[in-house]
Protein backbone atom coordinates (compact mmCIF):
# COMPACT_ATOMS: atom_id res chain seq x y z
CA UNK A 1 0.00 0.00 0.00
CA UNK A 2 1.14 3.82 -0.97
CA UNK A 3 0.29 6.70 0.45
CA UNK A 4 0.60 10.54 0.17
CA UNK A 5 -1.59 13.09 1.44
CA UNK A 6 -1.22 16.86 1.65
CA UNK A 7 -3.74 18.57 3.67
CA UNK A 8 -4.73 22.12 4.47
CA UNK A 9 -7.86 22.81 7.46
CA UNK A 10 -10.14 25.60 8.34
CA UNK A 11 -10.08 26.14 12.07
CA UNK A 12 -8.80 23.02 13.28
CA UNK A 13 -8.53 20.75 10.23
CA UNK A 14 -9.43 17.24 9.30
CA UNK A 15 -9.92 15.11 6.62
CA UNK A 16 -11.04 11.89 5.51
CA UNK A 17 -11.92 9.38 2.41
CA UNK A 18 -13.68 6.44 2.29
CA UNK A 19 -13.66 3.39 -0.39
CA UNK A 20 -16.81 1.81 -1.37
CA UNK A 21 -15.56 -1.00 -2.83
CA UNK A 22 -18.53 -2.78 -4.11
CA UNK A 23 -20.93 -4.23 -6.44
CA UNK A 24 -20.77 -3.56 -10.45
CA UNK A 25 -19.99 0.43 -10.77
CA UNK A 26 -21.60 1.32 -7.63
CA UNK A 27 -18.83 -0.49 -6.19
CA UNK A 28 -15.75 1.55 -6.40
CA UNK A 29 -14.65 3.66 -4.39
CA UNK A 30 -16.88 5.69 -1.37
CA UNK A 31 -16.39 8.66 0.93
CA UNK A 32 -18.31 9.37 4.11
CA UNK A 33 -19.59 12.31 6.04
CA UNK A 34 -21.59 13.14 8.79
CA UNK A 35 -21.12 16.02 11.71
CA UNK A 36 -19.27 15.87 14.82
CA UNK A 37 -16.63 18.65 14.88
CA UNK A 38 -16.73 21.07 12.73
CA UNK A 39 -13.49 21.02 10.62
CA UNK A 40 -13.07 21.31 7.12
CA UNK A 41 -10.16 20.01 5.35
CA UNK A 42 -9.00 19.16 1.94
CA UNK A 43 -6.86 16.26 0.92
CA UNK A 44 -4.43 15.99 -1.69
CA UNK A 45 -2.74 13.70 -3.99
CA UNK A 46 -4.16 10.29 -1.89
CA UNK A 47 -3.27 6.74 -2.42
CA UNK A 48 -3.86 3.21 -1.52
CA UNK A 49 -2.89 -0.26 -3.28
CA UNK A 50 -4.77 -3.41 -1.90
CA UNK A 51 -5.66 -7.01 -3.01
CA UNK A 52 -8.92 -5.44 -4.71
CA UNK A 53 -6.60 -2.77 -6.66
CA UNK A 54 -5.54 0.78 -6.71
CA UNK A 55 -7.71 4.11 -6.09
CA UNK A 56 -6.16 7.52 -6.59
CA UNK A 57 -7.71 10.49 -5.36
CA UNK A 58 -5.84 14.13 -6.49
CA UNK A 59 -8.51 16.00 -4.17
CA UNK A 60 -11.10 15.44 -1.42
CA UNK A 61 -12.69 17.92 0.49
CA UNK A 62 -14.50 17.21 3.52
CA UNK A 63 -17.40 19.65 5.38
CA UNK A 64 -17.65 19.22 9.06
CA UNK A 65 -15.45 16.21 9.41
CA UNK A 66 -14.96 14.14 12.56
CA UNK A 67 -11.57 13.06 11.91
CA UNK A 68 -8.01 15.12 11.92
CA UNK A 69 -6.06 15.33 9.38
CA UNK A 70 -3.69 13.68 11.45
CA UNK A 71 -5.63 10.53 12.13
CA UNK A 72 -6.52 10.02 8.49
CA UNK A 73 -2.75 10.07 7.35
CA UNK A 74 -1.95 7.61 10.18
CA UNK A 75 -4.64 5.78 8.38
CA UNK A 76 -3.29 5.37 5.58
CA UNK A 77 0.60 5.33 6.49
CA UNK A 78 0.23 1.82 8.63
CA UNK A 79 0.01 0.49 5.30
CA UNK A 80 -3.08 -1.90 6.66
CA UNK A 81 -6.37 -2.17 5.11
CA UNK A 82 -7.76 -3.32 7.92
CA UNK A 83 -6.73 -0.28 10.01
CA UNK A 84 -7.60 1.98 7.05
CA UNK A 85 -11.39 0.42 6.46
CA UNK A 86 -12.00 0.88 10.27
CA UNK A 87 -11.01 4.73 10.12
CA UNK A 88 -13.25 5.06 7.53
CA UNK A 89 -16.29 3.28 8.62
CA UNK A 90 -16.09 5.60 11.76
CA UNK A 91 -15.88 8.90 9.70
CA UNK A 92 -18.50 11.30 9.91
CA UNK A 93 -18.98 14.58 7.56
CA UNK A 94 -21.66 16.73 6.53
CA UNK A 95 -20.49 16.73 3.25
CA UNK A 96 -17.54 15.21 0.93
CA UNK A 97 -16.64 15.90 -2.74
CA UNK A 98 -14.15 14.38 -5.17
CA UNK A 99 -13.70 16.24 -8.31
CA UNK A 100 -11.97 12.95 -10.08
CA UNK A 101 -10.99 8.85 -8.19
CA UNK A 102 -9.29 6.15 -10.71
CA UNK A 103 -9.82 2.75 -9.66
CA UNK A 104 -7.48 0.26 -11.66
CA UNK A 105 -7.81 -3.54 -11.07
CA UNK A 106 -5.90 -6.87 -13.02
CA UNK A 107 -7.64 -9.98 -12.18
CA UNK A 108 -6.24 -12.84 -14.44
CA UNK A 109 -5.22 -11.54 -17.62
CA UNK A 110 -7.63 -8.65 -17.98
CA UNK A 111 -6.62 -5.22 -17.17
CA UNK A 112 -9.23 -2.24 -16.44
CA UNK A 113 -9.54 0.90 -15.04
CA UNK A 114 -12.75 3.09 -14.05
CA UNK A 115 -12.65 6.77 -13.72
CA UNK A 116 -15.21 8.59 -11.77
CA UNK A 117 -15.72 12.45 -11.76
CA UNK A 118 -17.61 15.08 -9.47
CA UNK A 119 -18.31 12.76 -6.57
CA UNK A 120 -20.65 14.06 -3.79
CA UNK A 121 -21.71 12.60 -0.62
CA UNK A 122 -23.74 14.32 1.53
CA UNK A 123 -24.78 13.65 5.05
CA UNK A 124 -22.28 10.49 6.70
CA UNK A 125 -22.61 9.40 9.68
CA UNK A 126 -20.26 7.13 11.20
CA UNK A 127 -19.79 5.29 8.23
CA UNK A 128 -23.72 5.33 7.25
CA UNK A 129 -24.26 7.59 4.01
CA UNK A 130 -27.57 9.59 3.25
CA UNK A 131 -26.74 10.33 -0.59
CA UNK A 132 -23.39 9.26 -2.78
CA UNK A 133 -23.84 10.69 -6.39
CA UNK A 134 -20.95 11.39 -9.43
CA UNK A 135 -22.03 13.15 -12.17
CA UNK A 136 -20.28 10.24 -14.64
CA UNK A 137 -17.20 8.92 -15.95
CA UNK A 138 -15.85 6.26 -18.21
CA UNK A 139 -13.90 2.71 -17.87
CA UNK A 140 -11.78 0.71 -19.85
CA UNK A 141 -10.43 -2.95 -19.95
CA UNK A 142 -7.95 -5.36 -22.14
CA UNK A 143 -6.49 -8.76 -22.24
CA UNK A 144 -3.98 -8.29 -24.37
CA UNK A 145 -5.86 -9.01 -27.45
CA UNK A 146 -9.31 -7.60 -26.75
CA UNK A 147 -10.42 -4.03 -25.56
CA UNK A 148 -13.52 -3.27 -24.30
CA UNK A 149 -14.21 1.29 -23.79
CA UNK A 150 -16.75 2.79 -22.34
CA UNK A 151 -18.47 5.40 -20.31
CA UNK A 152 -21.33 6.40 -17.47
CA UNK A 153 -23.52 8.97 -16.70
CA UNK A 154 -25.01 10.36 -13.21
CA UNK A 155 -24.35 7.66 -10.36
CA UNK A 156 -26.82 7.47 -7.14
CA UNK A 157 -26.96 5.09 -4.45
CA UNK A 158 -29.26 5.72 -1.18
CA UNK A 159 -28.79 5.07 2.31
CA UNK A 160 -25.17 3.24 2.12
CA UNK A 161 -23.97 1.36 5.36
CA UNK A 162 -20.49 1.48 4.23
CA UNK A 163 -19.15 -0.58 7.57
CA UNK A 164 -21.35 -3.65 6.21
CA UNK A 165 -19.27 -3.35 3.06
CA UNK A 166 -16.09 -2.70 4.55
CA UNK A 167 -17.35 -5.79 6.81
CA UNK A 168 -17.65 -7.86 3.79
CA UNK A 169 -14.54 -7.64 2.32
CA UNK A 170 -12.31 -7.63 5.49
CA UNK A 171 -14.14 -9.75 8.21
CA UNK A 172 -15.48 -13.43 8.84
CA UNK A 173 -18.73 -14.39 9.68
CA UNK A 174 -17.55 -16.45 12.62
CA UNK A 175 -19.98 -19.10 14.61
CA UNK A 176 -22.33 -16.79 15.67
CA UNK A 177 -25.42 -14.96 13.59
CA UNK A 178 -24.90 -13.61 10.09
CA UNK A 179 -27.70 -11.91 9.23
CA UNK A 180 -28.55 -10.09 5.94
CA UNK A 181 -28.23 -6.22 6.61
CA UNK A 182 -29.40 -3.76 3.71
CA UNK A 183 -25.73 -2.29 2.28
CA UNK A 184 -27.60 -0.08 -0.25
CA UNK A 185 -31.52 1.08 -0.31
CA UNK A 186 -30.91 1.94 -3.78
CA UNK A 187 -29.01 2.63 -6.45
CA UNK A 188 -29.29 3.83 -10.48
CA UNK A 189 -26.54 4.28 -13.11
CA UNK A 190 -27.85 6.26 -16.43
CA UNK A 191 -26.18 6.37 -19.73
CA UNK A 192 -23.91 3.31 -19.63
CA UNK A 193 -22.00 2.84 -23.18
CA UNK A 194 -19.39 -0.14 -24.28
CA UNK A 195 -18.39 -1.26 -27.06
CA UNK A 196 -14.84 -2.42 -28.76
CA UNK A 197 -14.27 1.29 -30.30
CA UNK A 198 -15.22 -0.23 -33.83
CA UNK A 199 -18.46 -2.04 -34.97
CA UNK A 200 -20.37 -3.37 -31.81
CA UNK A 201 -21.84 -0.94 -29.00
CA UNK A 202 -23.94 -2.02 -26.24
CA UNK A 203 -25.98 1.12 -24.45
CA UNK A 204 -28.21 0.89 -21.60
CA UNK A 205 -29.82 3.78 -20.53
CA UNK A 206 -30.84 3.12 -16.83
CA UNK A 207 -29.68 0.64 -14.29
CA UNK A 208 -31.36 0.29 -10.66
CA UNK A 209 -31.42 -1.46 -7.85
CA UNK A 210 -33.35 -1.62 -4.43
CA UNK A 211 -32.86 -3.20 -1.05
CA UNK A 212 -29.58 -4.79 -1.67
CA UNK A 213 -28.33 -6.50 1.24
CA UNK A 214 -25.06 -9.19 1.98
CA UNK A 215 -23.92 -11.20 5.08
CA UNK A 216 -20.51 -11.75 6.08
CA UNK A 217 -18.70 -14.60 4.09
CA UNK A 218 -17.10 -17.34 6.18
CA UNK A 219 -13.76 -16.00 4.91
CA UNK A 220 -12.81 -12.71 4.09
CA UNK A 221 -12.80 -11.54 0.75
CA UNK A 222 -9.50 -10.07 0.13
CA UNK A 223 -8.13 -13.11 1.62
CA UNK A 224 -9.65 -15.41 -0.72
CA UNK A 225 -9.09 -13.35 -3.72
CA UNK A 226 -5.28 -13.36 -2.83
CA UNK A 227 -5.30 -17.24 -2.33
CA UNK A 228 -7.31 -17.36 -5.75
CA UNK A 229 -4.93 -15.47 -7.86
CA UNK A 230 -2.23 -17.68 -5.95
CA UNK A 231 -3.72 -20.34 -7.90
CA UNK A 232 -3.54 -18.91 -11.51
CA UNK A 233 -0.96 -20.52 -12.17
CA UNK A 234 -1.96 -23.96 -10.87
CA UNK A 235 -2.55 -26.84 -13.19
CA UNK A 236 -3.61 -29.08 -10.14
CA UNK A 237 -4.90 -27.95 -7.39
CA UNK A 238 -4.62 -29.58 -4.19
CA UNK A 239 -7.67 -30.61 -2.22
CA UNK A 240 -7.46 -28.20 -0.01
CA UNK A 241 -7.50 -25.62 -2.64
CA UNK A 242 -10.52 -27.14 -4.54
CA UNK A 243 -12.38 -27.12 -1.21
CA UNK A 244 -11.67 -24.02 -0.25
CA UNK A 245 -12.68 -22.53 -3.84
CA UNK A 246 -15.71 -24.51 -4.03
CA UNK A 247 -16.62 -23.37 -0.66
CA UNK A 248 -16.01 -19.43 -1.52
CA UNK A 249 -17.86 -20.08 -4.91
CA UNK A 250 -21.12 -21.27 -2.88
CA UNK A 251 -20.58 -18.64 0.16
CA UNK A 252 -20.66 -15.72 -2.31
CA UNK A 253 -23.64 -16.92 -4.69
CA UNK A 254 -25.36 -17.02 -1.44
CA UNK A 255 -24.13 -14.10 0.24
CA UNK A 256 -26.44 -11.58 -2.26
CA UNK A 257 -30.41 -10.46 -1.81
CA UNK A 258 -32.43 -8.07 -3.44
CA UNK A 259 -35.79 -6.83 -3.49
CA UNK A 260 -35.49 -6.00 -7.87
CA UNK A 261 -32.63 -5.02 -10.14
CA UNK A 262 -33.76 -3.66 -13.73
CA UNK A 263 -32.21 -2.39 -16.79
CA UNK A 264 -34.02 0.16 -19.08
CA UNK A 265 -33.54 1.11 -22.87
CA UNK A 266 -31.05 -1.48 -23.49
CA UNK A 267 -29.75 -1.54 -27.07
CA UNK A 268 -26.93 -3.70 -28.86
CA UNK A 269 -25.53 -2.95 -32.08
CA UNK A 270 -23.03 -4.92 -34.19
CA UNK A 271 -21.81 -4.17 -37.76
CA UNK A 272 -18.76 -6.38 -38.03
CA UNK A 273 -20.68 -8.37 -40.75
CA UNK A 274 -22.42 -7.06 -44.16
CA UNK A 275 -25.56 -7.52 -42.41
CA UNK A 276 -25.95 -5.35 -38.92
CA UNK A 277 -27.37 -6.41 -36.26
CA UNK A 278 -29.80 -4.42 -33.88
CA UNK A 279 -31.29 -5.44 -30.91
CA UNK A 280 -33.29 -3.09 -28.87
CA UNK A 281 -35.50 -4.25 -24.85
CA UNK A 282 -36.93 -1.68 -22.93
CA UNK A 283 -36.99 -3.38 -19.55
CA UNK A 284 -35.39 -5.90 -18.05
CA UNK A 285 -35.91 -6.50 -14.20
CA UNK A 286 -35.10 -9.09 -11.64
CA UNK A 287 -37.35 -9.70 -8.58
CA UNK A 288 -34.91 -11.30 -5.79
CA UNK A 289 -35.51 -14.43 -4.15
CA UNK A 290 -35.26 -14.84 -0.30
CA UNK A 291 -33.16 -17.63 -0.53
CA UNK A 292 -31.11 -16.37 -3.17
CA UNK A 293 -30.26 -15.22 -6.68
CA UNK A 294 -33.62 -14.26 -8.12
CA UNK A 295 -37.17 -15.48 -8.41
CA UNK A 296 -38.74 -13.65 -11.29
CA UNK A 297 -37.65 -12.30 -14.43
CA UNK A 298 -39.08 -9.74 -16.38
CA UNK A 299 -38.46 -8.55 -20.05
CA UNK A 300 -40.84 -6.04 -22.25
CA UNK A 301 -40.68 -4.79 -25.51
CA UNK A 302 -37.77 -6.37 -27.46
CA UNK A 303 -37.20 -5.72 -30.93
CA UNK A 304 -34.34 -7.53 -33.32
CA UNK A 305 -33.63 -6.88 -36.69
CA UNK A 306 -30.81 -8.49 -38.81
CA UNK A 307 -30.77 -9.50 -42.62
CA UNK A 308 -33.87 -7.83 -43.65
CA UNK A 309 -35.76 -9.82 -41.05
CA UNK A 310 -37.58 -8.25 -38.13
CA UNK A 311 -38.51 -9.87 -34.90
CA UNK A 312 -40.29 -8.19 -32.20
CA UNK A 313 -41.45 -9.65 -28.74
CA UNK A 314 -44.32 -7.65 -26.16
CA UNK A 315 -43.11 -9.56 -23.02
CA UNK A 316 -41.18 -11.84 -21.36
CA UNK A 317 -41.97 -13.31 -18.15
CA UNK A 318 -40.75 -15.89 -15.49
CA UNK A 319 -41.65 -16.84 -12.02
CA UNK A 320 -40.34 -19.60 -9.62
CA UNK A 321 -36.55 -19.71 -10.66
CA UNK A 322 -34.46 -20.85 -8.01
CA UNK A 323 -30.84 -21.55 -7.73
CA UNK A 324 -31.01 -23.26 -4.46
CA UNK A 325 -30.38 -26.78 -5.99
CA UNK A 326 -26.56 -25.63 -7.56
CA UNK A 327 -25.78 -24.14 -3.96
CA UNK A 328 -26.27 -26.96 -2.25
CA UNK A 329 -24.46 -29.28 -4.69
CA UNK A 330 -21.82 -26.94 -4.93
CA UNK A 331 -21.50 -27.05 -0.86
CA UNK A 332 -21.79 -30.73 -0.91
CA UNK A 333 -19.13 -31.18 -3.62
CA UNK A 334 -16.74 -28.43 -1.38
CA UNK A 335 -17.02 -31.13 1.06
CA UNK A 336 -15.32 -33.93 -1.03
CA UNK A 337 -13.55 -31.86 -4.18
CA UNK A 338 -12.08 -35.74 -5.06
CA UNK A 339 -15.09 -37.39 -5.33
CA UNK A 340 -16.12 -38.09 -9.17
CA UNK A 341 -18.95 -36.06 -10.04
CA UNK A 342 -21.34 -38.43 -11.30
CA UNK A 343 -24.33 -37.92 -13.85
CA UNK A 344 -26.65 -37.93 -10.46
CA UNK A 345 -24.89 -35.48 -8.53
CA UNK A 346 -24.52 -33.08 -11.81
CA UNK A 347 -28.25 -33.58 -12.52
CA UNK A 348 -28.96 -32.58 -8.36
CA UNK A 349 -27.71 -29.41 -9.46
CA UNK A 350 -29.61 -28.05 -11.83
CA UNK A 351 -31.27 -25.18 -11.10
CA UNK A 352 -35.45 -25.21 -11.03
CA UNK A 353 -36.97 -23.56 -14.08
CA UNK A 354 -39.96 -22.81 -12.56
CA UNK A 355 -42.68 -21.29 -16.28
CA UNK A 356 -41.06 -19.21 -18.32
CA UNK A 357 -43.81 -17.02 -20.30
CA UNK A 358 -43.49 -15.13 -23.98
CA UNK A 359 -46.60 -12.87 -25.09
CA UNK A 360 -47.24 -11.52 -28.56
CA UNK A 361 -44.46 -12.18 -30.54
CA UNK A 362 -44.85 -10.79 -34.26
CA UNK A 363 -41.95 -11.66 -36.75
CA UNK A 364 -41.29 -10.37 -40.71
CA UNK A 365 -38.63 -12.90 -42.21
CA UNK A 366 -37.83 -12.83 -45.97
CA UNK A 367 -37.94 -16.98 -46.95
CA UNK A 368 -34.98 -15.82 -48.55
CA UNK A 369 -32.54 -12.18 -49.39
CA UNK A 370 -34.37 -10.12 -51.17
CA UNK A 371 -37.73 -12.07 -51.00
CA UNK A 372 -41.01 -10.79 -49.81
CA UNK A 373 -41.16 -11.60 -45.93
CA UNK A 374 -43.68 -13.96 -44.38
CA UNK A 375 -45.76 -12.64 -41.69
CA UNK A 376 -46.43 -14.73 -38.66
CA UNK A 377 -46.35 -14.39 -34.93
CA UNK A 378 -47.43 -16.54 -31.50
CA UNK A 379 -49.92 -15.27 -29.35
CA UNK A 380 -48.33 -16.86 -26.04
CA UNK A 381 -46.13 -19.22 -25.49
CA UNK A 382 -45.51 -20.95 -22.16
CA UNK A 383 -42.98 -23.29 -20.93
CA UNK A 384 -43.10 -24.61 -16.85
CA UNK A 385 -40.43 -27.30 -15.54
CA UNK A 386 -40.46 -27.36 -11.75
CA UNK A 387 -41.30 -29.74 -8.72
CA UNK A 388 -38.28 -31.68 -9.52
CA UNK A 389 -36.89 -34.84 -7.95
CA UNK A 390 -33.20 -35.59 -8.13
CA UNK A 391 -32.89 -32.66 -10.10
CA UNK A 392 -35.27 -33.60 -13.12
CA UNK A 393 -38.80 -32.05 -13.40
CA UNK A 394 -41.46 -33.79 -12.51
CA UNK A 395 -43.96 -31.14 -13.79
CA UNK A 396 -44.11 -30.43 -17.30
CA UNK A 397 -46.21 -28.12 -19.00
CA UNK A 398 -46.06 -26.93 -23.06
CA UNK A 399 -48.69 -24.38 -24.38
CA UNK A 400 -48.50 -22.32 -27.53
CA UNK A 401 -51.38 -20.26 -28.99
CA UNK A 402 -51.84 -18.79 -32.08
CA UNK A 403 -48.23 -19.80 -33.89
CA UNK A 404 -50.31 -17.71 -37.14
CA UNK A 405 -48.22 -17.03 -40.14
CA UNK A 406 -49.00 -15.82 -44.01
CA UNK A 407 -48.83 -18.82 -46.54
CA UNK A 408 -47.59 -16.57 -49.77
CA UNK A 409 -47.85 -17.82 -53.00
CA UNK A 410 -44.51 -18.82 -55.49
CA UNK A 411 -41.97 -19.23 -51.92
CA UNK A 412 -41.14 -22.74 -53.90
CA UNK A 413 -41.56 -24.30 -49.93
CA UNK A 414 -42.68 -27.57 -49.84
CA UNK A 415 -44.80 -27.41 -46.77
CA UNK A 416 -46.08 -23.99 -48.02
CA UNK A 417 -47.52 -25.00 -51.75
CA UNK A 418 -48.93 -28.50 -49.75
CA UNK A 419 -50.77 -25.57 -47.31
CA UNK A 420 -52.08 -23.47 -50.14
CA UNK A 421 -53.22 -26.52 -52.10
CA UNK A 422 -55.83 -26.96 -49.03
CA UNK A 423 -56.86 -23.68 -49.66
CA UNK A 424 -55.32 -21.56 -47.01
CA UNK A 425 -53.51 -18.92 -47.50
CA UNK A 426 -52.63 -18.25 -43.53
CA UNK A 427 -52.50 -20.89 -40.71
CA UNK A 428 -53.24 -20.26 -36.83
CA UNK A 429 -51.81 -22.86 -34.77
CA UNK A 430 -52.16 -23.41 -31.20
CA UNK A 431 -50.72 -26.86 -29.16
CA UNK A 432 -50.59 -28.02 -25.77
CA UNK A 433 -48.70 -30.50 -23.85
CA UNK A 434 -49.27 -31.65 -19.93
CA UNK A 435 -47.54 -34.42 -17.73
CA UNK A 436 -46.49 -35.06 -14.64
CA UNK A 437 -44.81 -37.63 -12.43
CA UNK A 438 -47.05 -39.54 -9.43
CA UNK A 439 -45.07 -40.67 -7.14
CA UNK A 440 -47.76 -42.38 -4.50
CA UNK A 441 -49.08 -43.64 -7.53
CA UNK A 442 -45.45 -44.74 -9.59
CA UNK A 443 -47.22 -43.53 -12.84
CA UNK A 444 -46.76 -40.13 -15.24
CA UNK A 445 -50.03 -38.64 -16.51
CA UNK A 446 -50.46 -37.33 -19.63
CA UNK A 447 -53.02 -34.86 -18.50
CA UNK A 448 -53.38 -33.20 -22.14
CA UNK A 449 -51.26 -33.82 -25.55
CA UNK A 450 -53.14 -31.76 -28.44
CA UNK A 451 -53.17 -29.64 -31.68
CA UNK A 452 -55.72 -27.26 -32.99
CA UNK A 453 -55.93 -24.70 -35.90
CA UNK A 454 -58.30 -22.19 -36.91
CA UNK A 455 -60.39 -23.94 -39.75
CA UNK A 456 -58.80 -27.38 -39.19
CA UNK A 457 -59.61 -29.07 -36.63
CA UNK A 458 -57.92 -30.38 -33.08
CA UNK A 459 -56.63 -33.66 -31.42
CA UNK A 460 -56.19 -34.30 -27.87
CA UNK A 461 -54.72 -37.19 -26.27
CA UNK A 462 -54.39 -37.93 -22.36
CA UNK A 463 -53.48 -40.91 -20.41
CA UNK A 464 -51.44 -42.93 -17.72
CA UNK A 465 -48.55 -44.36 -17.96
CA UNK A 466 -47.60 -46.67 -15.06
CA UNK A 467 -44.44 -48.66 -13.63
CA UNK A 468 -42.64 -45.45 -13.46
CA UNK A 469 -40.55 -45.48 -10.12
CA UNK A 470 -37.72 -42.73 -9.59
CA UNK A 471 -34.79 -44.82 -11.34
CA UNK A 472 -36.60 -43.43 -14.15
CA UNK A 473 -35.00 -40.00 -13.23
CA UNK A 474 -31.46 -41.42 -12.66
CA UNK A 475 -28.49 -39.25 -14.25
CA UNK A 476 -27.09 -43.42 -15.67
CA UNK A 477 -28.83 -43.26 -18.78
CA UNK A 478 -28.72 -47.30 -18.61
CA UNK A 479 -30.99 -47.49 -15.56
CA UNK A 480 -32.58 -44.91 -16.87
CA UNK A 481 -33.46 -47.30 -19.92
CA UNK A 482 -34.02 -50.30 -18.16
CA UNK A 483 -36.53 -48.33 -15.57
CA UNK A 484 -38.41 -47.41 -18.72
CA UNK A 485 -38.82 -51.39 -19.94
CA UNK A 486 -41.10 -51.79 -17.05
CA UNK A 487 -43.03 -48.88 -17.70
CA UNK A 488 -47.20 -49.85 -18.80
CA UNK A 489 -49.97 -48.24 -20.93
CA UNK A 490 -52.94 -47.70 -18.43
CA UNK A 491 -55.07 -46.03 -20.50
CA UNK A 492 -55.16 -43.46 -23.25
CA UNK A 493 -58.57 -41.15 -24.37
CA UNK A 494 -58.51 -39.69 -28.06
CA UNK A 495 -60.99 -36.66 -28.98
CA UNK A 496 -60.67 -35.30 -32.28
CA UNK A 497 -62.98 -32.54 -33.90
CA UNK A 498 -62.89 -31.16 -37.36
CA UNK A 499 -63.59 -27.45 -38.35
CA UNK A 500 -63.03 -27.80 -41.92
CA UNK A 501 -59.86 -29.83 -42.22
CA UNK A 502 -62.18 -32.92 -42.93
CA UNK A 503 -64.18 -31.49 -46.38
CA UNK A 504 -61.02 -30.22 -47.93
CA UNK A 505 -59.38 -33.75 -47.54
CA UNK A 506 -62.39 -35.27 -48.83
CA UNK A 507 -62.91 -33.09 -51.51
CA UNK A 508 -59.43 -34.44 -52.69
CA UNK A 509 -59.94 -37.66 -52.38
CA UNK A 510 -63.32 -37.45 -54.17
CA UNK A 511 -61.24 -35.62 -56.91
CA UNK A 512 -58.94 -38.59 -56.69
CA UNK A 513 -61.60 -40.97 -57.04
CA UNK A 514 -63.68 -39.38 -59.61
CA UNK A 515 -66.69 -38.96 -57.63
CA UNK A 516 -68.62 -36.43 -55.64
CA UNK A 517 -67.84 -35.38 -52.20
CA UNK A 518 -71.27 -37.07 -50.63
CA UNK A 519 -70.18 -40.42 -52.58
CA UNK A 520 -66.65 -40.01 -51.76
CA UNK A 521 -67.79 -39.72 -48.10
CA UNK A 522 -70.22 -42.39 -47.49
CA UNK A 523 -67.73 -45.07 -49.37
CA UNK A 524 -65.54 -44.23 -47.08
CA UNK A 525 -67.28 -44.22 -44.27
CA UNK A 526 -68.75 -47.42 -45.62
CA UNK A 527 -64.74 -49.33 -46.40
CA UNK A 528 -64.24 -48.25 -42.42
CA UNK A 529 -66.81 -50.00 -40.83
CA UNK A 530 -65.97 -53.24 -43.15
CA UNK A 531 -62.54 -53.09 -42.61
CA UNK A 532 -62.10 -52.40 -39.01
CA UNK A 533 -63.24 -55.51 -37.56
CA UNK A 534 -61.23 -57.61 -39.79
CA UNK A 535 -58.57 -55.72 -39.14
CA UNK A 536 -59.16 -56.01 -35.27
CA UNK A 537 -60.36 -59.24 -34.92
CA UNK A 538 -63.91 -58.83 -35.11
CA UNK A 539 -66.17 -58.67 -31.80
CA UNK A 540 -68.43 -56.46 -30.22
CA UNK A 541 -65.95 -53.88 -29.50
CA UNK A 542 -64.26 -53.75 -33.01
CA UNK A 543 -67.54 -53.46 -34.34
CA UNK A 544 -68.15 -50.10 -31.87
CA UNK A 545 -65.14 -48.92 -32.92
CA UNK A 546 -65.63 -49.28 -36.66
CA UNK A 547 -69.28 -47.92 -36.55
CA UNK A 548 -67.90 -44.91 -34.72
CA UNK A 549 -65.18 -44.23 -37.23
CA UNK A 550 -67.51 -44.73 -39.98
CA UNK A 551 -70.21 -42.31 -38.90
CA UNK A 552 -67.55 -39.43 -38.03
CA UNK A 553 -65.95 -40.30 -41.85
CA UNK A 554 -69.85 -39.82 -43.30
CA UNK A 555 -70.50 -36.88 -40.83
CA UNK A 556 -67.26 -35.28 -39.50
CA UNK A 557 -67.71 -33.44 -36.08
CA UNK A 558 -66.13 -35.07 -32.79
CA UNK A 559 -64.88 -38.35 -32.42
CA UNK A 560 -63.71 -39.90 -29.20
CA UNK A 561 -62.13 -43.06 -28.36
CA UNK A 562 -61.59 -44.11 -24.47
CA UNK A 563 -58.98 -47.51 -24.41
CA UNK A 564 -58.77 -48.58 -20.78
CA UNK A 565 -56.38 -51.62 -19.51
CA UNK A 566 -58.38 -54.74 -18.00
CA UNK A 567 -55.15 -55.00 -16.10
CA UNK A 568 -55.60 -52.49 -13.66
CA UNK A 569 -51.61 -52.33 -13.77
CA UNK A 570 -51.78 -51.45 -17.41
CA UNK A 571 -50.14 -53.17 -20.57
CA UNK A 572 -46.40 -53.41 -20.53
CA UNK A 573 -44.67 -51.21 -23.26
CA UNK A 574 -42.61 -54.06 -24.31
CA UNK A 575 -45.14 -56.11 -24.79
CA UNK A 576 -46.83 -53.57 -27.19
CA UNK A 577 -44.22 -53.49 -29.35
CA UNK A 578 -44.08 -57.75 -29.66
CA UNK A 579 -47.60 -58.66 -30.20
CA UNK A 580 -47.79 -60.42 -33.86
CA UNK A 581 -51.76 -58.71 -34.21
CA UNK A 582 -54.18 -56.01 -33.43
CA UNK A 583 -56.84 -59.07 -32.11
CA UNK A 584 -54.22 -59.99 -29.04
CA UNK A 585 -54.59 -56.24 -28.50
CA UNK A 586 -58.15 -56.28 -28.09
CA UNK A 587 -58.44 -59.31 -25.94
CA UNK A 588 -56.82 -56.78 -23.15
CA UNK A 589 -58.67 -53.75 -23.79
CA UNK A 590 -61.62 -52.32 -23.30
CA UNK A 591 -62.88 -49.59 -26.00
CA UNK A 592 -65.48 -47.09 -25.26
CA UNK A 593 -66.49 -45.21 -29.24
CA UNK A 594 -68.08 -42.17 -29.64
CA UNK A 595 -69.03 -40.16 -32.70
CA UNK A 596 -71.02 -36.78 -32.55
Known amino acids: MTVS?????????????????????????????????????????????????????????????????????????????????????????????????????DIAD????????????????EGRIASFTASGGSFSASDGDDDVIGSFGAVESLMIDLPLILSYYTEAAGDGDNPFRTAYESFSISDLVMGDGESAQFTIEEISGSAVAVRLLQ????????AIAAMEDTDDPTAEEATRLLNFLADMMDSFRFEEMSMNGMTIVDESDDDPVEMRIERIAFLGDPQGGFAAFMMEDMRVAADGAVIAI???????????????????????????????????????????????????????????????????????????????????????????FDLPAGTGEEFIEMARGFGYERLDLSGNFAARWNEAG????????????????????????GGVGPEVFSGDETMRLMALMGATVKNLHLMVEDRGIAEILLSLQAAEMGVSPDQARQQLGMMSQM??????????????????????????????????????????????????????????????????
Open 5 to 105: ARCASHGGGTAAAALALGLGLIGTVALWSSPAAANDVVVEDLGFSGTLGSYAIPRMELTGSSLSAAEIEAAFAQDDPQVLFETLAALSATQITIPRMVLSQ
Open 110 to 125: VTQEAVYEDIRIDDMR
Open 219 to 226: EPLTETIA
Open 314 to 404: ASIDSEGFSFAPMLEGLRALAEDPDADLSPDEMQRMLPVIGTVTLNDLTASIPPEPGATPVEGGIGRLSITADTPYEGVPTNLRLAIDNLA
Open 442 to 465: QEIVLSDLSFSGEEIGSVALRGVI
Open 531 to 596: MLPAILGGGPQAQGLAEAVGRFLENPGELEIAVEAIDPAGIPLMELGTMSAPADLMQRIEIDAQAR
